[in-house]
Nanobody, 121 residues
Framework: QVQLVESGGGSVQAGDSLRLSCAASGNIFDLNVIGWYRKAPGKQRELVAVINSDGRRKYTDSVKGRFTISKDNAKNTVYLQMNSPKPEDTAIYYC???????????????WGQGTQVTVSS
């Protein structure tokens, strides 16, 4: 089993920057693909960004050009750099491991606590 712990959230102004971290521990061989997801109040959880072992990245349209997903294999940590966040980015952000790079709706592990990001205008 893999444990994923998110951190780095907070309250920011629109246009500020924020970096989220996801630390992985346990049986990490499942981490060939890992993604950031978010859930806003009244909305379904959605994929924000995903990265695979080759470094390929995929983003939801609304964050393209503003957010960057990256990973540090030595630290077993995945990051989400959030530049120019907008109020509509307000949500709880989670990391998890999707079935594969294209089947991102289904994930392998139980959802963690997530980290709250609140963006004010």
């Amino acid at each position: 089993q893999v444990q994923l712990v998110e951190s780095g959230g907070g309250s920011v102004q629109a246009g500020d920057s924020l970096r989220l971290s996801c630390a992985a521990s346990g049986n990490i061989f499942d981490l060939n693909v890992i993604g950031w997801y978010r859930k806003a109040p009244g909305k379904q959880r959605e994929l924000v960004a995903v990265i695979n072992s080759d470094g390929r990245r995929k983003y939801t349209d609304s964050v393209k050009g503003r957010f960057t997903i990256s990973k540090d294999n030595a630290k077993n940590t995945v990051y989400l750099q959030m530049n120019s966040p907008k109020p509509e980015d307000t949500a709880i952000y989670y990391c998890n491991v999707p079935i594969d790079f294209t089947t991102t709706h289904f994930v392998k592990f139980r959802w963690g606590q997530g980290t709250q990001v609140t963006v004010s205008s």
